[in-house]
C-alpha cells in the first residue's frame, strides 16, 4: 500500500487526476487502487463511482487487464449491497470503452 493515506476518497481521485496531468499513470493507477482496495472507507459513495471509472481509464490506456479485473471485485465487495445501479454502470462503461478501443 501507498505510504500517503487519504482521509478521502475525494482528495485521492483529486491527487490521482494530478498525477495523470503530469503523465504519471502507473502512480496514479496505483493510488486508485489502494482507495478501492483500502479497508478504512468501505461505506459506497458516489465518490467511489467516479474513482472506478478513472481507475478503468488507466487501465485500458496501460493496456492492463489484471489490474481492472481485480479493480471490478474490489468496487464490486464495495457496491453489491448499497448500490448495484452504480456497480452495472460501471460494468457498462468497461463495456463501451473496451469495445471502441477494439475498433480503433
Not at 458516489?46 to 481485480?70: F, G, H, S, W
Request: proline share 3%.
Amino acid at each position: 500500500m501507498s505510504s500517503t493515506f487519504y482521509h478521502k476518497p475525494e482528495l485521492a481521485l483529486r491527487r490521482a487526476l494530478e498525477l495523470q496531468g503530469i503523465h504519471q499513470n502507473e502512480a496514479a493507477l496505483t493510488l486508485l487502487h489502494d482507495v478501492l482496495s483500502g479497508r478504512k472507507h468501505r461505506t459506497w459513495s458516489p465518490t467511489y463511482e467516479q474513482i472506478m471509472v478513472a481507475y478503468l481509464d488507466l487501465c485500458l490506456k496501460m493496456n492492463k487487464a489484471r489490474e481492472a479485473k481485480d479493480g471490478l471485485h474490489q468496487y464490486r465487495n464495495l457496491a453489491q449491497s448499497q448500490a448495484p445501479g452504480s456497480l452495472e454502470k460501471v460494468i457498462r462503461y468497461l463495456l463501451d470503452k473496451a469495445e471502441d478501443k477494439c475498433r480503433k
